[in-house]
Nanobody, 121 residues
């Protein structure tokens, strides 16, 4: 079975920075896409940023120019560097691994438990 463990969340002032990290473990052969999603209270979960094995990325318009996603394919890790944070960025951030190919041949998707990011003065 695959597990995703997130770290790096916390409280930061507007304009500050945080770095989120996620590590996937298990009998993994390949993870096609890794990314970050977020959900604020009373709102739907939304895509923040994703990255594939070739390094191609896609960002939500609201975070372009402020957030940077990166990954290490060999270690099955993904990070999100968040700069110039705004109160609107406050949410629970979830790590996602999409189209995960296991050594058994099974393909599935996995989510982390989430980490809280709060931007407030």
């Amino acid at each position: 079975q695959v597990q995703l463990v997130e770290s790096g969340g916390g409280l930061v002032q507007p304009g500050g920075s945080l770095r989120l990290s996620c590590a996937a473990s298990g009998s993994i052969l390949r993870i096609n896409v890794m990314g970050w999603y977020r959900q604020a209270p009373g709102k739907q979960r939304e895509l923040v940023a994703i990255i594939n094995t070739g390094g191609s990325t896609n960002y939500a318009d609201s975070v372009k120019g402020r957030f940077t996603i990166s990954r290490n394919n060999a270690l099955n890790t993904v990070s999100l560097q968040m700069n110039s944070l705004k109160p609107e960025d406050t949410a629970v951030y979830y790590c996602n691994a999409d189209n995960v190919l296991l050594v058994s041949g099974r393909v599935s998707d996995y989510w982390g438990q989430g980490t809280q990011v709060t931007v407030s003065s």
